[in-house]
């Protein structure tokens, strides 16, 4: 299933910024003016926004400060002073993107919440942001740098989806001595050999059937005499 997601380009954060200077000055402020703390933010989506469709369109090996600059108005030393590196500025965007199309469900029970959670993987990863993602993932692999950021970031992930497991655990249905990130592991794995390894496509009954399998094991014990 092609799931399309529209960027929109990012106008010039400059021009923004100019326009909405120029009506704050026509306007009388009875008082002192207030501060909205939204610049840092504003800055931050725009470069996200704009790495994001620039890995859709060119690839992770033509993304530099510059390009985005570029894009966004924004100046390179203040993307440098930001990010320091190319590779952490897109593992924060990555990270942004996957946390805004995967959220972490809290649905009551962990059956539910695993099905929703790989649906929404599903989605993402036959989505073009997510196939671009993938393919950035695969260019930059023999990057050190992207290396030890990936980690760091699967670290961060792990350490969110963490809660969903232990809210099963509460609940009774989910044994406290379960081995959480091999659980994990093993419940995306079948949607990455059947979407990189074998080229075939997510059908949207094949996250249930996972769980199902998942949960309810394929071992069955030998009678007893």
Do not use: C
């Amino acid at each position: 299933m092609q799931v399309t997601l529209a960027l929109a380009r990012p106008s010039s954060y400059t021009e923004r910024m100019n326009t909405q200077h120029s009506a704050s000055t026509t306007e009388a402020s009875p008082g002192p003016r207030r501060r909205t703390g939204g610049r840092s933010a504003r800055i931050q989506a725009a470069v996200f926004e704009a790495t994001i469709q620039f890995l859709q369109e060119q690839g992770y090996e033509a993304w530099s400060f510059a390009s985005i600059g570029e894009r966004t108005g924004i100046h390179e030393t203040t993307l440098y002073r930001r990010w320091k590196t190319k590779e952490q500025l897109v593992i924060d965007a990555v990270a942004s993107q996957v946390a805004q199309d995967i959220p972490i469900p809290d649905t009551g029970e962990l059956r539910s919440d695993l099905i929703q959670l790989l649906q929404l993987l599903r989605t993402f990863l036959e989505s073009p942001v997510g196939q671009a993602l993938i393919q950035t993932g695969i260019a930059a692999r023999n990057a050190p740098a992207i290396s030890t950021l990936s980690k760091d970031y699967w670290q961060r992930r792990s350490t969110l989806l963490r809660p969903l497991f232990e809210r099963a655990i509460a609940r009774g249905e989910l044994s406290a001595q379960t081995d959480i990130p091999l659980l994990f592991e093993t419940l995306i794995g079948a949607l990455y050999v059947r979407l990189f390894l074998l080229r075939e496509p997510l059908d949207e009954t094949l996250p249930e059937r996972i769980v199902d399998l998942v949960l309810s094991g394929v071992y069955i014990d030998k009678p007893t005499r």
